[in-house]
């Protein structure tokens, strides 16, 4: 392409809102622009970035047996009323009526639509297993959009379903898309990570993340720095505290005054105790009512894993006020010591002795509590959120480090979820009938050039991992008016795009300065400058946007190396 007709249109300065690095230089580099809150018009270039993805995903479905079609964005309420999800789902769901006033959402996911199209169509063992996939649009209505395309609320997912007649089969599939998303994900120049994730109470287990190891990210990722266990925080199981000797006294419960200390520094300063010597409460709400999770003064209680445990739909913060009416206590002296509600604690509260609580009266804590004699606990389980140096739970003397990721795909083991409420059923070769077994497998298409973008960059814009660069080779011309520049200018052009290498030829009567500018934003992986002096001795210049390295090649002979150098790259 020449520049002159392109529509590139590039920025100096970035966009107050963008937050991260990726963000900034996408509106930069001219690649998106933003319509509304997390709704993104892609430019041309943008655009060629994310076929690039786009392809290099396809390719690796393609490879493991998957069949691409294209479901509908528009989706009936009653498939979403069917499974349970059109109340599960909450405000993330767009939700529109049409003009006979019936109802409909944009599709944030397509695993309804998905099984309603097999449960009519598959009936027996012979038909499976089958892999389907699109890559389309979806629209979550996310509370925070930001960060441009990697939390957008319209975004393009790729988005694999299969089904299975058996346990055997879903995982020989599991492991197989395991394999292709490192392939997608290597071959986007990225490097990542593959983590355990939670997958709710249903799924056994079977979810794991790909995950772009970047401060911007909004996970968390607990690795061992031993051996090769990863985990989202979410999940990251802490290591069961051995026991603890109980010390010679247990203490008498006793009532202590502390005026105004509600927070747990506030209490250990106070009453000079350790946060480990403290046990806080946190009261959460669920469809149930409220319910307490007990951890250690110097732990976060995650809530996820409590989630898990209580094996409800939903678990969130209980707000204060909420707290206050039904309890009679302000937040802050909560404590587990005949509380009305239920009680799950962490493990690590187990082994405790002589703790401090909240004493459930205004203005006042516990001294003295031991957890066998005082409390009335529901379930114990692992509930605090582990953290950088503690021990790792799968090996002998290896610790957590924690790091800062971007999930870019994610892959998730379904079982019979879907199948069997929406009643997609087959018979199997004895002509019984059974629920198919079902597995998903998500990649954020934007959110993954955006993440290669957070891994490659410098401070003059964007270094394109080659894979995924909007053109590979920018040939700027010191001067195209000048007739022997732009007939060599021309004709590097020409041999390039004949060895099939997509290049930008900056053709614009810019400063060479702007020019070098701009090629340096875009990131394009390659510059072959053109000069007078250099065409004199029959050579031009190569340079490579990563290393700044540039080296002198024979004119036209030279540029025969070119797709050798890109590989190399
Ligand atoms: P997150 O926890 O980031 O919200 P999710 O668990 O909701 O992600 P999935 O439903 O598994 O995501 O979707 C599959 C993939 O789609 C994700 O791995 C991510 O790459 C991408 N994705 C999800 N939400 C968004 C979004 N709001 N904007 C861009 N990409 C997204
Ligand atoms: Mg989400």
């Known amino acids: 392409m020449y520049y002159s007709k392109m529509f590139i249109p590039t920025l100096k300065q970035s966009p107050a809102d963008a937050e991260v690095i990726s963000h900034q230089l ?63 789902y909450g405000k993330e769901l767009l939700r529109l009526k049409d003009r006979h006033d019936r109802e409909f959402c944009y599709g944030p996911t397509h695993e309804e639509v998905i099984t309603d199209i097999i ?60 394999q292709a998303y490192s392939n997608t994900f290597r071959r986007c120049g990225l490097e990542f990570k593959i983590v355990e994730a939670d997958s709710g109470t249903i799924g056994g287990g079977f979810s794991h993340e790909f995950m772009v190891l970047a401060d911007s990210g909004e996970d ?10 990863a985990s989202n925080i979410e999940k990251a199981p802490s290591r069961t505290p051995g026991p603890v000797a109980p010390p ?67 678990l969130n913060p209980a707000p204060e006020s909420l707290i206050a009416s039904k309890t009679g206590v302000p937040c802050g002296f909560i404590g587990p010591v005949e509380l ?5 604690a962490d493990h690590e509260v187990t082994v405790m002795h002589n703790f401090v609580t909240g004493a459930n009266s205004p203005d006042a804590h516990y001294t003295g509590v031991q957890f066998e004699r ?28 924690v790091k800062r990721g971007i999930e870019v795909g994610h892959i998730f083991i379904l079982g019979t979820k879907y199948s069997s409420i929406m009643k997609a059923h087959y018979l199997d070769d004895q002509g019984r009938q059974n629920p198919m077994i079902m597995g998903c497998y998500g990649i954020g298409v934007g959110r993954t050039a955006a993440a290669a973008i957070e891994q490659n960059h410098d401070d003059k814009g964007i270094v394109w991992p080659v894979p995924l660069a909007p053109f590979q080779v920018v040939v700027i011309p010191v001067k195209f008016d000048e007739d022997r520049q732009r007939q060599a200018s021309e004709e ?55 290393t700044g390295d540039s080296e002198l090649i024979d004119f036209p002979a030279g540029l025969q190396i070119i797709p050798e150098k890109l590989q190399n790259l």
């Not at 340096?520 to 946007?545: C, F, M, N, T, Y």
Request: hydrophobic share 40%; charged share 30%; net charge positive.
């Open 26 to 88: 996408m509106v930069r580099a001219g690649m998106i622009r933003q319509l509304a809150a997390g709704i993104y018009s892609i430019l041309p270039l943008g655009l060629r970035v994310l076929k690039k993805v786009e392809q290099i995903i396809r390719e690796e479905m393609n490879r493991i047996g998957g069949q691409e079609m294209f479901l509908p964005s528009i989706q009936p309420a009653e498939l979403w009323q069917e499974s349970g999800r059109w109340e599960l």
């Open 119 to 178: 449960r009519g169509e598959v009936k027996s063992y012979r038909q499976l297993p089958l892999l389907l996939y699109q890559i389309q649009t979806k629209f979550r209505d996310e509370v925070r959009p930001r960060f441009g395309v990697m939390r957008g609320r319209e975004f393009t997912m790729k988005d694999a379903y299969s089904f299975h007649a058996d346990e055997a089969s879903v995982q020989e599939m599991y492991e197989q898309m395991k």
């Open 220 to 229: 968390a990722v607990a690795f061992c720095d031993t051996c090769d266990y």
């Open 248 to 314: 010679k006294k247990l203490d008498a419960l006793k009532k202590i005054p502390t005026p105004g200390k509600k927070s747990v520094e506030d209490v250990t300063q106070f009453l000079k105790v350790s946060p480990q010597q403290i046990v806080k409460t946190i009261v959460l709400e669920n469809e149930n009512g409220l319910v307490a999770g007990l951890v250690r003064g110097d732990r976060q209680l995650n809530t996820v894993k409590l989630k898990n445990l209580i094996g409800c739909d939903w």
């Open 340 to 344: 009305d509600m239920k009680v799950y």
């Open 374 to 401: 005082d409390l009335n606990v529901a379930q114990v389980g692992d509930l605090h959120e582990v953290r950088e140096g503690d021990p790792c739970p799968k090996c002998e003397g290896g610790r957590y480090q």
């Open 492 to 546: 590097a052009y020409r041999v390039l795009g004949d060895l099939g290498i997509e290049t930008l030829l900056d053709d614009r009567p810019e400063r060479l300065g702007v020019k070098f500018k701009d090629a340096e934003l875009l990131g394009i992986p390659l510059q072959i400058v053109i000069g007078p002096k250099h065409l004199d001795a029959g050579k031009i210049e190569l340079k490579s946007r990563k």
